[in-house]
């Protein structure tokens, strides 16, 4: 089992920056794959950025790319969201979500574990 807890979301302006950070705990010896998940009010889950477990390969979603970055800290079982130049879009919760084994997929349904996500809201 892998436990997630995210922190750092919060209420931003339109073109701030804001850092989300995920803590792994559990079975952390195991490889896994790290990714970001968000979700709006009345709309589906979408992937935001995936990364793998030596940050060889890293993926994002078409509405963040070249604002948001992922990375993550193997020492410290974390791994960050640095999102620069918020929209009001981006207002979401977001979710950090792990995947044991290889490979950085963008659907949902391929991460095991999950965790209770963090606010994130951009105002204009």
């Known amino acids: 089992q892998v436990q997630l807890v995210e922190s750092g979301g919060g209420w931003v302006q339109a073109g701030d920056s804001l850092r989300l950070s995920c803590a792994a705990s559990?079975?952390?010896?195991?490889?896994?794959?790290m990714g970001w998940f968000r979700q709006a009010p009345g709309k589906e889950r979408e992937f935001v950025a995936g990364?793998?477990?030596?940050?060889?390969?890293?993926n994002y979603g078409d509405s963040v790319k070249g604002r948001f970055t992922i990375s993550r800290d193997n020492a410290k079982s974390t791994v960050y969201l640095q999102m620069n130049s918020l929209k009001p879009e981006d207002t979401a919760v977001y979710y950090c979500?792990?995947?044991?084994?290889?490979?950085?997929?963008?659907?949902?349904?391929?991460?095991?574990?999950w965790g209770q996500g963090t606010q994130v809201t951009v105002s204009a």
């Open positions: 979500a792990a995947r044991i084994g290889l490979g950085v997929p963008t659907f949902q349904y391929e991460y095991g574990y």
């Open positions: 559990g079975r952390t010896s195991s490889r896994y794959a």
């Open positions: 990364i793998s477990w030596m940050a060889l390969t890293r």
